[in-house]
């Protein structure tokens, strides 16, 4: 059964410059239009903008802006457990790598999932995925990563469909299981590639983890596999791993916190886009990106969550929104953007999501204030209606009399 929905008088409505973008480079964030409007929605598509006088649920958007479903394309769904006994060490002064050769880290959040049951993980996934949505967040992407050994990342792909992720990425090189050194655990992450059934492939390179050379691997498995390539990159350190990624062809680079200044130039200038993480960034005192510098360059930028137990306990793309606004000096248009059409693109879905435009899944947001609130009211979440998928999937208990039926 579908439902015809109208929502009505917005105050602003986010729309790109012109239908059928893929991405917008971020030198262009100036040109999304937003205007008062409303909205029409008919089985589970944008149906126009005009106010539908005959639809089945109206929806008052008076002094609303409304914008697409947030889309969060980079999150470690599902895992198992929190580590918040870590995050003290980390505020008193123990660094995120010394924490790791503690036995700490990845290797403790992999221990959680071994002991935990498919029902506890998806319990705990499906919770999270439930505040997502009342912050606006209509897709989202999930990695594998916590599993270590071969059998538990093929249940961690297995879990992540059953959770419903909109894309399902192989993190399957994230740290190296005992028993292993990184060239050998390299061979089953092959293995792995070929027999499970995953939309992309990551992969961590870090001291603590894999190198440029396990990347570049990495890119020759997913293009033999047919699956996008996304990349952990430069986030403690400085690796110089973004002209392997570019040069392996490469989705997006993620992080990018220690960008080395040369590799901006040909990172903007290329079909990749850079990933931007402001909440592990400030959950683990990362360096701060050259995000203005890259926005200026025209690259195509995206922002996430990266929702973990480790680095980024985070569920919010407003407070993503917020902080890389205020990190990165970027506005609130260009921030939106980043986690919408863009976020979109990384995906692979932006021909079905990330933007209003007649035909699109009607993935639709409702904010209680003006987009320029949304960085500005730092930590307030201004969801009040959700509709997914072209249903009503959220409302908030005090907008509860916008929606007549
Ligand atoms: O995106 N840095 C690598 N991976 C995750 C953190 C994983 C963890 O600490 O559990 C990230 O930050
Ligand atoms: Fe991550």
New binding site residues.
Partial sequence: MTTTISIDGAAELLRPPTDGLSYLRHNRAGELRLDPSSIAIADGRIAGFERDDGAAVRIDATGCAVIPGLVDCHT?LPFAGW?AEEYELKVTGVA?EEIARRGG??AA?ARAFAEASDGEVLAQARSLVAEMLACGTTAFEGKT??GLSVDAEARAVRLGRELGADRVTGLFA?AVPDGYDADAWMNEVDALAAACEVDALDI?V?SV?FANEHLERLGAIAAREGVALRA?VE?FNANRSVPVALAAGARSV??LACLHPDDIAPLAAAECAAVL?PG?ELM?AERTPPARELADAGAICALAT?C?????PIVSLPLIVGLAVRRYGWTALEALLACTLNAAWVLGLSGELGSLEVGKRADVVLLDEPISHVPYRFGRNPVCVVVRRGEVAWVRPDAAGRVSA
């Fill in positions: 470690h580590r995120y880290g990845i959040s990563g916590y994230h961590y870090e983890a952990h986030q993620d992080h993480l592990a683990s990266d973990n137990p480790g680095t980024s």
